[in-house]
């Protein structure tokens, strides 16, 4: 049976938060002598916000809790407004589910190389150990392997699905194999879930009280610049997260930006829509180049390309103003460029200037 009060630091469990004037007082009207704000304003005028959403209110410190994004966030996830923590991009709770659980030097986290790198630079950060299962080559969980990893002092275990940098869906019955015999907390980072066909494991949160779920403003909805994230998970651990975030941790300007965005889940649909059929075709036009020896499937907004020489490519494309990423280095992703489906002009110009490369360099076969 899990238990998140022994998964936690001893400390946590007794800390007294800081308490900001907004927790004090929630209400919207009254005299604001409490919180040393600037009673006249700011230097941000009626002109200056002239055909923006956002109000004039930059004097006052902004919702700590986040309430009007969860109460509209909830239903679209289907899950309650006590399950959902608001974040400063998805690296924020990474930080924090490492900060809440793992006490440095003793404790250690368990990650699924190739992956995002924050689980890594997060475990550094604060001095805890890191275990490295590899994917299987078919970028696939390694179940035994994971369960043989895992320390009696491993708290966390970070599988990315659909995972960066190769693109595809973790099958979802590993992850399950590993929320039922992990006894840390499990966190599945579906940040590009958007492009998946497949249900979100948020649907299974009541089931699992070991779960996480992360999920992001920046790629479905377009909203990368302010920085974004949201972490689902039991609503034990979402207080434990309030408890120690810092008390103002989403300005206000985002908080309004992120209500209008909310109210546009047609919009989202319809680029994440757009982004699909652009990710077919430039899959099928990337197949048709001579110097491309593989294009793995893909259940996100990009996709992994290996080529005959990926630096060569890659400075080519640096050349011609075309910037990709480069991951030939990474493990089992060895001759590979992590490439962003872009828009229909985009990918023309990425393709013409592809085909330009390969008839100047001799074909290997």
């Not at 005028?45 to 930059?58: K, M, P, Q, S």
């Not at 992990?182 to 779960?211: M, R």
């Not at 908080?255 to 899959?283: F, P, S, T």
Request: charged content about 20%; hydrophobic content about 40%.
């Amino acid at each position: 049976m899990f238990n998140l009060n022994t998964l936690l630091r001893p400390h946590i469990l007794t800390l007294t938060p800081y308490s900001s004037a907004r927790d004090e007082y929630t209400g919207k009207q009254g005299v604001f002598l409490d919180a040393n704000e600037n009673p006249f304003g700011s230097t941000l005028d009626e002109a200056t916000l002239d055909g923006t959403v956002l109000e004039d209110n930059f004097n006052r410190y902004p919702d700590p809790h986040q309430q009007a994004i969860k109460q509209r966030l909830a239903p679209i996830k289907g899950v309650r407004p006590t399950q959902i923590f608001i974040g400063n991009g998805s690296d924020e709770p990474i930080d924090l589910l490492v900060r809440a659980t793992c006490v440095p030097g003793q404790d250690s986290i368990l990650i699924v190389p190739p992956t995002y790198g924050m689980y890594e630079v997060s475990a550094a950060i604060n001095d805890v150990a890191l275990i490295k299962v590899p994917l299987t080559p078919d970028f696939q969980l390694d179940v035994p392997a994971v369960l043989a990893a895992i320390q009696p002092r491993t708290k966390l275990l970070f599988v990315c699905s659909p995972n960066n940098p190769t693109g595809n869906l973790i099958n979802q019955n590993d992850i399950l194999t590993l929320l039922d015999r992990f006894p840390g907390l499990v966190v599945v980072d579906e940040a590009y879930i958007d492009f998946a066909k497949t249900q979100s494991f948020t649907a299974l949160l009541d089931q699992y009280p070991n779960l996480v779920v992360l999920q992001t403003f920046s790629k479905a909805w377009g909203l990368a610049a302010l920085r974004s994230g949201m972490c689902f998970a039991s609503e034990a651990l979402i207080q434990v997260l309030d408890k120690i975030k810092p008390p103002y941790n989403i300005s206000g300007p985002t908080q309004q930006l992120l209500v209008q965005a909310l109210k546009n889940v047609a919009g989202k649909d319809q680029m994440v829509a757009h982004i699909l059929a652009q990710r077919e075709q430039l899959i099928r036009n990337l197949l048709n180049l001579p110097l491309v020896r593989h294009v793995y499937p893909s259940d996100a907004n990009f996709v992994l390309v290996r080529f005959d020489d990926p630096k060569a490519v890659f400075d080519y494309l640096i050349g011609q103003q075309i910037i990709v990423r480069d991951r030939h280095r990474v493990k089992l992703c060895e001759g590979c460029l992590r490439i962003t489906v872009g828009t229909e002009s985009e990918n023309e110009q990425l393709l013409a200037i592809l085909t330009a490369y390969a008839n100047q360099v001799p074909t290997t076969v």
